[in-house]
Nanobody, 124 residues
Framework: QVQLVESGGGLVQPGGSLRLSCQVS????????EGWFRQAPGKEREGGSC????????YYADSVKGRFTISRDNAKNTLYLQMNDLTPDDTAVYYC?????????????????RGQGTQVTVSS
């Protein structure tokens, strides 16, 4: 059974940075594609990032491109999202997903259930 535990969120000022982590169990990361997405209250999920199993391809939604970087540590079976130059529009709960395949910046058909997410709030 795939389990995902996100961490690293918090309150940050505009222009600041955060690094999110996603500890994955029940699946070996370098055998699959993985991704991140976010969802703000009352809004659709968006702001996706996706990394292929080979790590040769990384995809980003336009809203985060150039500011966010997806990566992973295969030895720790952990996925990361480095977020720089944050703005209030980045405020949301961030979720990771694993398995499936990258369809652009969206991870399609991920395995397992959504984790609890980690709250990111960008405010002065």
């Amino acid at each position: 059974q795939v389990q995902l535990v996100e961490s690293g969120g918090g309150l940050v000022q505009p222009g600041g940075s955060l690094r999110l982590s996603c500890q994955v169990s029940g699946l070996t990361l370098d055998h699959y594609d993985e991704g991140w997405f976010r969802q703000a209250p009352g809004k659709e999920r968006e702001g996706g990032s996706c990394i292929t199993r080979s790590e040769k391809k990384k995809y980003y939604a336009d809203s985060v491109k150039g500011r966010f970087t997806i990566s992973r540590d295969n030895a720790k079976n952990t996925l990361y999202l480095q977020m720089n130059d944050l703005t209030p529009d980045d405020t949301a709960v961030y979720y990771c997903a694993a398995g499936g395949y990258c369809s652009g910046s969206v991870l399609s058909q991920p395995f397992g259930s959504r984790g609890q997410g980690t709250q990111v709030t960008v405010s002065s």
